[in-house]
């Protein structure tokens, strides 16, 4: 992982250096890479990864609304940090698909629970899996796995190239995918959020309509709180 901040504000790039190493550290995790820039033209300069990034709107030069859409445009996977006074801006940065809007002066709290959701979002989109089945092992990023269905004895994990048959049972499937980004519908339905089309109270159809999972009555208000704060994630 990567993180870039992007910001003209000596004292913001300071601060969000030391609340995104403070949240490392007390997450015990080790802190990735940070770069900062003062302005738009260096930031869309760099060739460099650029998977989390905290991007100030008002700037000398290009401002971030342009710089954002730009970054989008070559990666529509970075997860982009609006940090700015001013929310008339808002309207506009959400056009390009900013994941969070932060206010200065930033709150430590909210953004500990924003970079919570980041990270969360970004090991979803980066985590592969292995599917073992009886001829080999098959490795897969989980954001390409449509649905785990078990039909009968078998455990078929539908993916966007082609179905697998599993040797591991639903449970297995239930504790290995990302928690964030997948629920169990049914007892024979694991789904990925990403992948639904629309749903009913009854059934999930998925990936533009070529699969549908069922959707146990019980669990229908457990489901759509749960989609609804995925979306809220990826927005």
């Not at 092992?137 to 539908?158: L, M, N």
């Not at 591991?168 to 990403?194: D, G, V």
Request: hydrophobic share 40%; charged share 25%; with cysteine.
């Amino acid at each position: 992982m990567r993180i870039l901040i992007c910001d003209d504000d000596t004292l913001i790039l300071e601060q969000l250096q030391k609340y995104i190493k403070n949240y490392f550290s007390n997450n015990h995790m080790k802190c990735p890479e940070m770069t900062c820039f003062s302005d738009g033209e260096s930031l869309l300069e760099d060739t460099g990864d650029k998977d989390i990034l905290f991007l100030d709107i008002e700037m000398p030069g290009m401002n971030g609304i342009y710089v954002g859409n730009e970054l989008k445009k070559a990666n529509e996977k970075i997860i982009i940090f609006i940090v700015t006074s001013y929310s008339e801006y808002l309207d506009e940065a959400m056009r390009f698909r900013v994941f969070r809007y932060l206010s200065k002066p930033l709150d430590k709290q909210r953004f500990f629970r924003n970079m919570k959701d980041a990270v969360d979002l970004y090991n979803t989109m980066t985590v592969k899996l292995p599917i073992e089945t009886k001829q080999g092992v098959h490795t897969v990023p989980a954001s390409s796995i449509i649905a785990v269905e078990a039909i009968g004895r078998k455990v078929i994990v539908h993916t966007i190239l082609r179905d697998f048959e599993s040797v591991h049972n639903m449970q297995y499937w239930l504790e290995a995918l990302p928690k964030n980004c997948f629920f169990q519908t049914h007892r024979s339905f694991i789904i990925n959020f990403e992948h639904i089309t629309d749903f009913d109270r009854t059934l999930v159809h998925m990936a533009d309509n070529q699969f549908d999972a069922y959707l146990t009555k019980r669990k229908y208000s457990a489901f759509k709180e749960a989609y609804l704060l995925y979306l809220e994630s990826t927005r």
